[in-house]
């Protein structure tokens, strides 16, 4: 399916050392910005207090905000809980030099209970706990296993479906995607939670289908075009997947950015992550994963086999 066809070929790879250039300089400013500033973690992983408050009618998570908004705490986040009348409230337990742990968690819960039974005298504390730093560690480094899991399974897949260098080309990529998506996260100090990572783990996979649909493209040029070089092979592949790409991503990123306008502050997090994926997906699965595969020495014989001479010899 295409809504229009581009007559002729797009020069892409006449300017690939400048989008190679652009990616270097977003990548290292991304690193550094890890560097300089980190990654402000949710409550997930780096523990804090647990409340479960039960209303007697639906519960409304956006005044909830307000009202514990107006307390003065900044790190919490608000969801329902089993039923629309059950809430679950994450508060970030920032103890105070000299005072138990216990006591931070009362004086904390005590001031959101204030302020929520002030907007709705029906809310009732159900239950109070705190969680420790320790789970949230075990989730980071759960987090960290999987991200590694799936660049390899992407690096194997790629090298037994092309050949080793689209691999190496596809997850560096990827990875770039990733590393941006964070820098992003740590230059403006966006929380980073569990769906954020979960949005990280998808846009691999959504770079990689890009990847993947750019490079048939090339492996069928190859075979088609006998007499056109590498660079050639490689524009001609991404003009004849535009269309396709400017169909899918744009369909993706019209429901992505409804999640982030209608989405509410669960999932703004979710979709911002996405967004910045999903555009950067579509710049490195194009214009970086190419440019280092012919870096690499992709060639026509990587998928082309040379035809054998038939025999002239006659027999005796």
Not at 35 to 64: C, Q, W
Not at 191 to 209: K, M
Request: net charge neutral; glycine share 8%; proline share 3%.
């Amino acid at each position: 399916m295409e809504f229009f066809k581009i007559r002729g070929t797009i020069p892409f790879m006449r300017h690939a050392l400048v989008f190679n250039v652009i990616s270097l300089i977003t990548f290292v400013l991304a690193v550094g910005f890890l560097i300089a500033k980190g990654l402000h973690f949710s409550i997930e992983f780096t523990g804090g207090t647990v409340m479960e408050v039960n209303y007697a009618k639906e519960a409304s998570p956006d005044r909830i905000r307000e009202a514990i908004q107006k307390t003065g705490l900044t790190d919490f986040t608000v969801q329902t809980f089993g039923t629309p009348r059950d809430v679950l409230i994450r508060l970030q337990l920032k103890q105070a030099e000299g005072q138990s742990q216990n006591v931070e968690m009362q004086k904390q819960s005590d001031t959101v209970m204030k302020a929520l039974k002030a907007e709705d005298p029906s809310a009732q504390l159900k239950r109070v706990e705190f969680v420790g730093g320790q789970v949230g560690k075990e989730l980071a480094a759960d987090g960290g296993l999987a991200l590694l899991f799936v660049c390899i399974g992407i690096v194997i897949y790629l090298a037994f479906r092309f050949e080793w260098r689209f691999a190496v080309a596809t997850i560096l990529a990827n990875l770039h995607d990733v590393v941006i998506i964070l820098g992003f996260f740590a230059a403006f100090g966006w929380e980073f939670s569990l769906p954020v990572l979960a949005a990280v783990l998808a846009i691999l996979g959504y770079s990689v289908n890009e990847s993947v649909v750019v490079f048939d493209r090339v492996r069928e040029n190859f075979k088609k075009l006998r007499k056109a070089s590498v660079p050639e092979v490689m524009d001609a592949s991404i003009t004849g997947t535009i269309s396709r790409t400017i169909i899918t991503h744009g369909c993706t990123q019209m429901m992505v950015l409804s999640i982030l306008i209608f989405g509410g502050a669960t999932l703004h997090y979710f979709a911002l992550a996405l967004t910045i994926g999903i555009c950067f997906g579509i710049y490195s699965s194009v214009l970086v994963a190419c440019p280092l595969a012919m870096y690499l020495g992709a060639s026509r014989e990587d998928f082309v086999k040379p035809e054998k001479k038939a025999a002239t010899a006659e027999m005796p």
